[in-house]
């Protein structure tokens, strides 16, 4: 099986038990997450199967959508409902200042992520010394939040959506807000609606894959149908034997239409197709000018 299945995680499952009762009903050990979920939430979670699981770089480095429950008058030591409380102020901000916090949290800045987090410290994973009280100190990373907007505010609760880059925790978005309008917050709930190109619409349940896993194995998406995005260039049959054995390609193995593309040799990536249009390899610019160098093979 090739290719990436969305699978609609569950709450209370970690992405890894997600995977593994994946390989165990798809009978394909070669099954990766392309972008870790917590267990509190649920939603979009695409599972790299086969030789796409060559490309799960490319996919964890794409945006993602999320709607967001947020808990005010709150604190927790790993920033969501489930942690461990921290301060209770029992104090609710008004929404013109909820809507302040959120335009101050979009656009470009740095990230400080939670210490209950899977980033590594001296080589151990932060959680893993946060779970022993040891002092964790992450560097912070630079985020984008492209949209944070608030779709429903009441009971103390806030609904937020919320568009950002690869790398971002919702929880310490939570937790910045919390301390924005001074009353403290925890994310209470969590589901991802998009990741890239994958998103709820083509997503199927993990009841249904167990109850039959032969149909939901068509539903996912082939190898010809990832990474859409990049320019495609049609290699001739011996500019596939060529790529097939890792080997650089120059005009002389595209076909006519590749050639008259301009982006073919400028892109940083580009797809390389066979002639019926099947996905053979990622490629780079060579070191040769005009040629290209296939640098991620699937073949």
Do not use: N
Not at 52 to 70: C, E, P, Q
Not at 73 to 93: A, K, N, Q
Not at 288 to 297: D, F, I, R, T
Request: net charge neutral; proline share 5%.
């Amino acid at each position: 099986m090739d290719g990436v299945l969305i699978v609609d995680k569950p709450q209370g499952m970690t992405s890894h038990d997600v995977v593994a009762v994946a390989r165990r009903c798809l009978r394909e050990p070669r099954i990766g997450h392309t972008g870790t979920l917590d267990p509190l939430a649920t939603g979009v979670l695409p599972l790299a199967c086969g030789r796409a699981t060559r490309l799960v770089r490319f996919f964890t480095a794409s945006d993602k959508d999320y709607d967001a429950g947020i808990r005010f008058g709150l604190t927790t030591d790993s920033y969501d409902i489930t942690g461990t409380e921290v301060s209770r102020s029992g104090r609710v901000p008004d929404r013109e200042a909820v809507e302040a916090a959120l335009e101050s949290l979009r656009g470009e800045y740095a990230q400080v992520p939670p210490a209950y987090s899977a980033k590594k410290v001296a080589g151990r994973r932060a959680y893993a010394l946060a779970r022993r009280a040891e002092e964790v100190t992450l560097a912070p990373v630079t985020v984008r939040v492209t949209r944070a907007d608030l779709l429903d505010f009441a009971d103390g609760s806030a609904r937020v959506a919320i568009t950002c880059s690869s790398g971002f925790y919702v929880r310490a978005f939570a937790h910045t807000l919390g301390e924005q309008v001074g009353t403290g917050a925890c994310l209470e709930s969590l589901r991802r609606t998009r990741s890239g190109d994958f998103d709820l619409a083509s997503a199927v349940g993990l009841e249904d894959m167990q109850r039959d896993p032969t149909a939901t194995a068509g539903r996912a998406v082939p190898l010809d149908g990832l990474l859409t995005g990049f320019p495609a260039a049609r290699l001739t049959d011996e500019g596939r034997t060529r790529v097939s054995h890792g080997q650089e390609v120059g005009r002389a193995h595209l076909r006519p239409e590749a050639l008259a593309a301009s982006e073919t040799f400028a892109a940083e990536w580009v797809r390389l197709l066979d002639g019926a249009g099947h996905l053979l390899a990622l490629g780079t610019p060579g070191q040769a000018q005009g040629s290209l160098h296939p640098a991620v093979v699937l073949i």
